[in-house]
């Protein structure tokens, strides 16, 4: 908004053509951001107590577990308000919001944000222990992924390809199964970056390194020298996604300061769900959707270890893991939860890098 409103004033000073750039807009966006978390968090904690929409930890799913965690008793929750914010303010005021990317991603975040919200409510307001059945949660995914997969059909003429990491000018061309794609997508980020909240900042912390790894990859295929220097497929318009993709980065950042061990505040399911599929969506929209498997490394692998488990269990009635997610798995090898935390982001960062670095090797 900001940015349509301060760019023309470029014919009368020069000085406001500075806003033409989106590096520097995604530094305006990200310390928005940073600073409306960093502002209005306490207001929101304090908020959140009166309301009494705070964690309870007795949910009998495991003892152990419940002994682990008895510290995150009466944490307010519901924090992804808080996030999803600041970067909505923060995309409205430095983004061109005329751009068809950035509706598009903004879309999906306030869809699955309303989801994440009513799952919260259910459980928080009305007392309702499960929120949300699983299975409606799912459905709200799928209308959504099918939305979206039409959407991109149709701005990509029916020419949908997959593009593959490491190798050059090799694609798949997924044709019909392109919406199922976008579904699985869609649905599988979103779900596991709301497996992976479970521990303090944990999420948090690496939603903010992908959210870096992405900023880039979008600057990268919105540039038409830098896409064809690196010969990756230029996508006219999606440099915007940047400035958004730093929105999170300084949500992200001010929620943790928070959301960091101990935590003050959860961003329950209405942030983890939203972070997830915009995240996904992201992917999708400058076609890096494998790479999103490299820079989300963790969150695959915490969606994984549910999966196994769950298997594992229903077939051969054993267990791989002592238990699932995989973040849990590390506590009850007694791990102190903030080591679990920092060598999880420790991980995060090396696979942002790595993710980044491929961008040379094709």
Known sequence: MLYLWLYPLHDFFA??????YITFRCALAALTAFLISLIFGPAVIRKLKELKVVEKINKDDSIKLDLLSRHKQDTPTMG?????????????????????????????????????????????????????????????QIILGLILGTILLELSANNIRLDLPFLKDVSLNLDGLYVLFVILVVSGSSNAVNLTDGLDGLAAGIVVMVAVAFSVLCYVTGNIKFSEYLLIPYISGSGELSVFCSSILGAGLGFLWFNCYPASIFMGDVGSLALGGALGTVALLIKKE?????????????????????????????????????????????????????????????????????????
Do not use: C
């Open 290 to 362: 494998l790479l999103l498997v490299i820079v989300g490394g963790i969150f695959v692998l915490e969606a994984l270890s549910v999966i196994l488990q769950v298997g594992s269990f229903k077939f051969t009635k054993k267990r791989i893991f002592k238990i699932a997610p995989l973040h849990h798995h590390f506590q009850f090898l007694n791990w102190p939860e903030n080591k679990v935390i920092v060598r999880f982001w420790i991980i995060a960062s090396l696979l942002a890098l790595l993710t980044m670095v491929t961008l040379k090797i094709r």
């Open 80 to 140: 992804g308000i808080l996030i999803l914010g600041a970067i909505i303010i923060s995309t409205f005021l430095w983004a061109d919001i005329s751009n068809k990317f950035v509706l598009i991603v903004l879309f999906v975040t306030i869809w699955l944000g309303i989801t994440g919200f009513i799952d919260d409510y259910l459980k928080q307001i009305k007392k309702k222990a499960k929120g949300l059945t699983a299975a409606s949660k799912f459905t709200s």
């Open 15 to 20: 000085g406001f053509n500075i806003f033409r």
